[in-house]
């Protein structure tokens, strides 16, 4: 009876930061890595809160973009319209947001933050400040200017054509 010899032991994944997954990286995993991260971390700061990282983003813009359309909201936070009912349901439910019909399309629904969602969104934005300053303190404040321009530059010239 012929022995086989142990297969080789798997190559160890390295932590965030280092070997791939640190500067040598590709910038795209590189970006990936840093967005899922920064949403793990969302997700833990506004959980206390009842809110989802994807709640806090809707009801931002709602309030950002008073009279949204469902179809605006999903567009601005990268969300599909499925997704966008759900959360509008549950935050319309939880009485964050109300709803009102389109002046002229009655089929469009126009959404608004309430007084309790707008609350909401205030306790919200403490919790994401805090992680953002954790952010912030990684950069010198020229970095984080060329950062904040160079991530936006890196979403118009993407979005070209697309």
């Known amino acids: 009876m012929k022995h086989n010899p142990r297969p080789p032991a ?13 500067p040598e990286g590709h910038l795209g995993y590189l970006l990936r890595q840093a967005s899922v991260t920064l949403r793990g971390a969302m997700d833990a700061a506004l959980t ?7 709640q806090f983003s809707v009801l931002t813009m709602v309030v950002a973009y008073p009279g949204i359309s469902g179809a605006d909201l999903a567009r601005l936070t990268f969300l599909t319209p499925q997704t966008i009912n759900v959360i509008v349901r549950n935050l319309e439910r939880d009485g964050a947001i109300e709803k009102t019909a389109h002046a002229t399309h009655g089929r469009i629904l126009r959404l608004h933050a309430t007084a309790r969602g ?6 919200c934005r403490g919790r994401v400040a ?4 954790e952010l912030v303190g990684l950069l010198g404040r020229d ?12 979403a118009e010239k993407l979005a070209d054509g697309r």
């Open 48 to 54: 206390e809160l009842g809110v989802t990282t994807p």
């Open 118 to 123: 707008q609350a909401l969104l205030k306790r």
């Open 143 to 154: 970095e984080e200017r060329l950062v904040r321009r160079w991530l936006s530059a890196v």
């Open 10 to 22: 798997p190559p160890s994944i390295p932590r965030p930061g280092e070997a791939k997954r640190g």
């Open 130 to 133: 805090e992680v953002e300053a």
